[in-house]
């Protein structure tokens, strides 16, 4: 008889002022647990850098190496969603507000999908 492997699940809950559920624009998301301020930051985004893409690669322009970067996500922030207008941004892999956020709201940023360029 074969023993049961624990398989380990990460929390993302670590956030002050952010959590994950649920999300009405696409599998979950991340929602602001208090209203957050315009120009406040929010979080970071964590993992390991990859070159490879996938499903919760952050890909960021690094000016020193003049190349496009990856962060393979492991943290709360893994489950942002693009909207056409945004609430947040990155200020390199920190995101901060771009406008008020209020409490529950969906915590989202610009892709950068251009669909004249699919």
Known sequence: MKAKRKIARRRYDDNPLAYVRDSPIHGRGLFARRAIAVDEYIGSYEGHRTQTNGMHVLWLWNDERER????DGD?????????DQPNADWWGADLYAIQPIARDEEITFDYGWNDEEE
Do not use: C, S
């Open 68 to 71: 496009w970067e990856g962060i």
């Open 75 to 83: 943290n709360e922030t893994r489950f942002l969603n693009h909207a």
